[in-house]
């Protein structure tokens, strides 16, 4: 019922085949040949097949180079220093002269109010001596008899101090002011008069 079933020109190839094989299997057995069975023959047929060799190559993809853009931040501004400025100058300095600082001293008393008595003259930088001992500063109220009054400051003795200086010429402006106008002076006025208008004992 099979073989019903193959198309005539299939069935008479496989005849042609059978054949062939029958007369090829008697030829072999004539000759004391034994014929390899059906396994090697499908075996040698294997092997002797011709194979297809691929030769296609696979090539991996190149790299792809990325290029990172890196930002460069700003350079922060430094605001510009200021410009140095000069210190500021005092009227009186120890840097200065010893005329200029006992003409500094008189000028500020002056200008708390203190003012030298007219004909009164002012002797700075000056000895000051009393009684033969060496003072701060004096007030001599026609002190020779010859009608001449003045007031002496010692610089060197008061040394380097503006506010001591200013305090002596103070205190004997006051002395020649109480000369003049009340005829007499003491030391605790003196003092009391100069701490008033701002120079007092240091």
Not at 15 to 31: E, F, K, N
Not at 139 to 159: E, F, P
């Amino acid at each position: 019922m099979f073989a019903s079933r193959l198309p005539r020109s299939l069935l008479a190839g496989l005849a042609a085949t059978a054949s062939v094989l029958a007369l090829v299997a008697g030829g072999v057995a004539a000759r004391g040949v034994t014929a390899p069975p059906a396994a090697e023959l499908a075996a040698v047929e294997s092997v002797e097949s011709p194979t297809t060799t691929s030769t296609s190559t696979t090539l991996a993809p190149k790299p792809v180079v990325t290029t990172v853009k890196t930002t460069v931040a700003p350079k922060p501004t430094v605001p510009p220093a200021p410009a140095p400025t000069a210190p500021p100058t005092t009227a009186l300095s120890w840097g200065d002269s010893t005329e200029q600082r006992c003409a500094s001293a008189l000028q500020w008393v002056g200008g708390q109010g203190l003012k030298l008595p007219g004909g009164w003259g002012y002797r700075c930088p000056s000895k000051a001596i009393v009684n033969g001992a060496e003072k701060w500063g004096l007030a001599c109220w026609n002190c020779a008899g010859d009608g001449q009054s003045y007031i002496a400051v010692d610089i060197a003795r008061i040394g380097s101090s503006d506010a001591a200086l200013r305090y002596v010429v103070a205190h004997e402006v006051c002395h020649a002011i109480d000369y003049m106008t009340l005829g007499a002076s003491s030391e605790i006025g003196a003092d009391l008069c100069a701490a008033t208008h701002g120079a007092a004992r240091p």
